[in-house]
């Protein structure tokens, strides 16, 4: 599975392993319509291992730790029941260690699907996967959502009451170790009122402070205010020569994927419109001289086709001059309406290949799309050379 691709259950219990190279904390949450929990009996994880249709079991450190959803046994009410996971040394993130969950039979243990979240990083926790009611059937979604304050961070945004680990008394002899988080009982009627939890806090970066400048492997949600961007953006592209008085031909397209990483089409120079013209491109540009954005994508992203999930945006030389030829190569996307640069992404490096993959917008399971700066360079000197290469970066 891709992120935001999704398969129906053809039976009512299934388990959910989660595998990674280190030891994982995993846990779950029943969910309703608001995306909440109803109570802190929701959160189902190790101190907590049963609740309403969903049992936690733990691999021990040998084995994988798994969720068993029974489908049938979910109350009324519970929309969705999501899986998420967090290494179990403080402080360690996913980069290097990426999880993969797989979906079975709880019965027969038949393998279902399987689904690895790309690229990880800075990230602490992850949403891994969901199990989701629609339209009266289950189904279960890849998502990949990564959080940079741990299973906390995770608890929190659905609704659950955490305790942070107190701060350790400078009087005391040895340091207190970092505590897990774990679920606040809910106060006797007699009690003061509960200090409020602190409002989440997600560890994805957003457009809410201005123009988001990116490194390599960085990801930016492409929300404003608390509204994802759905409207018509332009993603710019630009590069100069190395050497003076050399010109340098690019060519700058975009490739659109679907949710199993299959090619839906092209645009480029040489195809200028694509999903029914959601999808435009401004032409070629032969030099590279000249100030300013060399080859333009435009894209509305409110008019794309509900099965185009991925867009990767390339840059190829047809020539065959490598990218070592190439000085200031970049990519900004851009509001068309405002013409406001949201965000940007220069080229720091450059290798002797003849294609580059720039960025790629991926939609999320919430209907948001991020963006995310690659900077990998391939041997390709046309964009039907890129499809394979780029659908393996999603």
Same mark, same amino acid.
């Given at each position: 599975?891709?992120?935001?691709?999704?398969?129906?259950?053809?039976?009512?219990?299934?388990?959910?392993?989660?595998?990674? &190279?280190?030891? +994982?904390?995993?846990?779950?949450? %029943?969910?309703?319509?608001?995306?909440?929990?109803?109570?802190?009996?929701? !959160?189902?994880?190790?101190?907590?291992?049963?609740?309403?249709?969903?049992?936690?079991?733990?691999?021990?450190?040998?084995?994988?730790?798994?969720?068993?959803?029974?489908?049938?046994?979910?109350?009324?009410?519970?929309?969705?029941?999501?899986?998420?996971?967090?290494?179990? =040394?403080?402080?360690?993130? !996913?980069?290097?260690?990426?999880?993969?969950?797989?979906?079975? #039979?709880?019965?027969?243990?038949?393998?279902?699907?399987?689904?690895?979240?790309?690229?990880?990083?800075?990230?602490?926790? +992850?949403?891994? *996967? $969901?199990?989701?009611?629609?339209?009266?059937?289950?189904?279960?979604?890849?998502?990949?959502?990564?959080? /940079?304050?741990?299973?906390?961070?995770?608890?929190?945004?659905?609704?659950?009451?955490?305790?942070?680990? /107190?701060?350790?008394? @400078?009087?005391? &002899?040895?340091?207190?170790?970092?505590?897990?988080?774990?679920?606040?009982?809910? &106060?006797?009627?007699?009690?003061?009122?509960?200090?409020?939890?602190?409002? @989440?806090?997600?560890?994805?970066?957003?457009?809410?402070?201005?123009?988001?400048?990116?490194?390599?492997?960085?990801?930016?949600?492409?929300?404003?205010?608390?509204?994802?961007?759905?409207?018509? *953006?332009?993603?710019?592209?630009?590069?100069?020569?190395?050497?003076?008085?050399?010109?340098?031909?690019?060519?700058?397209? *975009?490739?659109?994927?679907?949710?199993?990483? #299959?090619?839906?089409?092209?645009?480029?120079?040489?195809?200028?419109?694509?999903?029914?013209?959601?999808?435009?491109?401004?032409?070629?540009? +032969?030099?590279? $001289?000249?100030?300013?954005?060399?080859?333009?994508?435009?894209?509305?992203?409110?008019?794309?086709?509900?099965?185009?999930?991925? %867009?990767?945006?390339?840059? #190829?030389?047809?020539?065959?001059?490598?990218?070592?030829?190439?000085?200031? =190569?970049?990519?900004?996307?851009?509001? =068309?309406?405002?013409?406001?640069?949201? *965000?940007? !992404?220069?080229?720091?490096?450059? $290798?002797?290949?003849?294609?580059?993959?720039?960025?790629?917008?991926?939609?999320?399971?919430?209907?948001?799309?991020?963006?995310?700066? +690659?900077?990998?360079?391939?041997?390709?000197?046309?964009?039907?050379?890129?499809?394979?290469?780029?659908?393996?970066?999603?």
């Amino acid at each position: 599975m891709t992120p935001g691709s999704n398969i129906p259950l053809p039976v009512a219990r299934v388990t959910v392993d989660v595998a990674a &190279p280190v030891r +994982l904390d995993v846990s779950s949450l %029943l969910l309703t319509a608001d995306g909440k929990v109803r109570s802190d009996d929701d !959160f189902i994880f190790f101190n907590q291992p049963t609740g309403p249709g969903v049992t936690y079991r733990s691999g021990g450190g040998t084995a994988p730790d798994t969720i068993t959803v029974d489908t049938a046994a979910v109350p009324p009410g519970i929309e969705k029941i999501v899986v998420t996971a967090s290494p179990d =040394a403080a402080g360690q993130t !996913f980069q290097g260690i990426e999880p993969t969950a797989t979906i079975r #039979n709880a019965d027969d243990n038949s393998v279902l699907a399987s689904f690895t979240p790309p690229q990880l990083g800075t990230e602490t926790a +992850l949403v891994i *996967v $969901e199990v989701y009611l629609r339209n009266g059937a289950w189904k279960a979604r890849a998502v990949g959502q990564g959080y /940079a304050n741990g299973l906390a961070g995770i608890a929190t945004d659905f609704g659950v009451s955490v305790e942070e680990p /107190a701060p350790a008394q @400078p009087a005391a &002899p040895t340091p207190t170790p970092a505590a897990q988080p774990q679920v606040t009982p809910p &106060p006797p009627p007699s009690a003061p009122p509960a200090t409020a939890a602190a409002p @989440p806090t997600s560890g994805k970066i957003n457009l809410d402070k201005g123009r988001v400048s990116l490194q390599k492997n960085q990801t930016v949600s492409l929300v404003k205010g608390g509204r994802p961007l759905l409207s018509q *953006v332009k993603m710019g592209l630009g590069w100069e020569p190395a050497f003076r008085g050399k010109d340098i031909d690019l060519d700058a397209s *975009v490739i659109a994927y679907g949710p199993q990483r #299959n090619h839906i089409d092209s645009c480029y120079f040489g195809k200028l419109s694509i999903v029914n013209g959601a999808i435009k491109h401004s032409g070629d540009n +032969l030099t590279g $001289e000249g100030g300013g954005d060399d080859e333009v994508i435009v894209v509305d992203l409110g008019r794309l086709p509900q099965e185009v999930t991925g %867009l990767v945006f390339t840059v #190829n030389s047809f020539s065959g001059q490598k990218f070592t030829e190439v000085a200031k =190569a970049y990519c900004r996307l851009i509001d =068309a309406a405002s013409g406001e640069e949201l *965000v940007r !992404f220069d080229l720091t490096s450059a $290798e002797a290949q003849t294609g580059v993959i720039m960025a790629k917008l991926i939609k999320q399971f919430s209907g948001e799309w991020e963006m995310t700066a +690659l900077g990998e360079f391939v041997k390709s000197r046309t964009v039907r050379g890129m499809v394979k290469p780029a659908a393996k970066s999603l």
